[in-house]
Nanobody, 116 residues
Framework: QVQLVESGGGLVQPGGSLKLSCAASGFTYSNYGMSWYRQAPGKERELVAGISRAGGSTNYADSVKGRFTISKDNAKNTVYLQMNSLKLEDTAVYFC?????????WGKGTLVTVSS
């Protein structure tokens, strides 16, 4: 069965960096693109970044362009989100998502708190 496990969240000061990881299992990872979403308190879940199955194509929300980088290691079945120049408004639970066999699969999320 498809499983996604995020890690790497934590508390960071404004301007700091964090790298999130999402380990995937239960499907042929290299055949699928992956996405990162986030959900801030009281807000809807929003797309942060997406990457194609081979990693050659990426897309980002305007709010994170130039600060966040998504990458994919097909040998490790892992997708990453490097977050730099973090802002208070980046505080959220971050989720990775896979779309496999016509279904969406989500991890349980990892909390990122940006605070001074």
């Amino acid at each position: 069965q498809v499983q996604l496990v995020e890690s790497g969240g934590g508390l960071v000061q404004p301007g700091g960096s964090l790298k999130l990881s999402c380990a995937a299992s239960g499907f042929t990872y290299s055949n699928y693109g992956m996405s990162w979403y986030r959900q801030a308190p009281g807000k809807e879940r929003e797309l942060v970044a997406g990457i194609s199955r081979a990693g050659g194509s990426t897309n980002y929300a305007d709010s994170v362009k130039g600060r966040f980088t998504i990458s994919k290691d097909n040998a490790k079945n892992t997708v990453y989100l490097q977050m730099n120049s973090l802002k208070l408004e980046d505080t959220a639970v971050y989720f990775c998502k896979a779309y496999v066999g016509g279904k969406q699969y989500w991890g349980k999320g990892t909390l990122v708190t940006v605070s001074s």
